[in-house]
């Protein structure tokens, strides 16, 4: 069965500092790998993926996550923190070209502090 | 509309009652899926559509839930016996075609069950 484990429920950071999400993802097959963000009182939307090829991978917002087959990781990284991106973090998991069932953590809510 | 519609956004009923969340997913979108997700965890699958028919029904908790997606667009999901434990925010997406993994999700059903 597929996981994910998301370390830190909450994560606070500066404005203008590094942000790092920590994901690390538990499957029998290659996975593909997802992030999603929900601002407040929206729906979740895709920040970024990987499926194949390229294991380093850019989204929206600036952010971007780099897949490591061997930390079994897929960390969600930005340079400079904006208040604009408090928000919930969730990483997800899905079986590469074997089903669709997508997978979340339990989350990581991000503060930004001004 | 543009997005993934769901209704009611509300929905407080008493235990033991039957409950009905209808699903408008963005036209073109072949794809549904079906999320609960309780405070502070993240969405937990639930089911998903490839048109018509269930792909995957693996995440229904037990057969007091089912969902229908009879033309292959509005699903409904449907709760008989609600219990407390079924309080939650149901979420239901769409994705265009299987294998892309981005899900758009609507802004979910709060489902309360006193």
């Known amino acids: 069965a597929q996981s994910v484990t998301q370390l830190g429920s909450h994560v606070s950071v500066s404005e203008g500092a590094l942000v790092l999400l920590r994901c690390n993802y538990s499957s029998s097959v290659p996975p593909y790998l997802f992030w999603y963000v929900q601002y407040p009182n929206q729906g979740l939307q895709l920040l970024l993926k990987?499926?194949?090829?390229?294991?380093l991978v850019k989204g929206i917002n600036g952010f971007e996550a780099e897949f490591k087959k061997s930390e079994t990781s897929f960390h969600l990284t930005k340079p400079s923190a904006h208040m604009s991106d408090a928000a919930e973090y969730f990483c997800a998991v899905s079986r590469a070209g074997r089903d669709d069932k997508i997978i979340f953590g339990k989350g990581t809510r991000l503060h930004i502090l001004p | 509309g543009a997005g993934v519609s769901q209704t009611p956004s509300n929905k407080v009923t008493e235990k033991g009652k039957y409950v009905e969340l209808r699903c408008d997913p963005i036209s073109g979108h072949t794809a549904l899926y079906w999320y609960r997700q309780s405070l502070g965890q993240g969405p937990e699958f639930l089911i998903y559509f490839q048109g018509t028919g269930a792909a995957d029904d693996s995440g229904l908790p037990n057969d007091r839930f089912f969902a229908v997606r009879p033309e292959g667009s509005v699903s409904t999901l449907k709760i008989q016996r609600t219990e407390r434990g079924d309080s939650a925010v149901y979420l239901c997406?769409?994705?265009?075609?299987?294998?892309?993994?981005?899900?758009?999700f609507g802004e979910g059903s709060r489902l309360t069950v006193l």
């Open positions: 997406a769409s994705s265009l075609t299987l294998g892309t993994g981005e899900l758009f």
């Open positions: 990987y499926t194949t090829g390229a294991t």
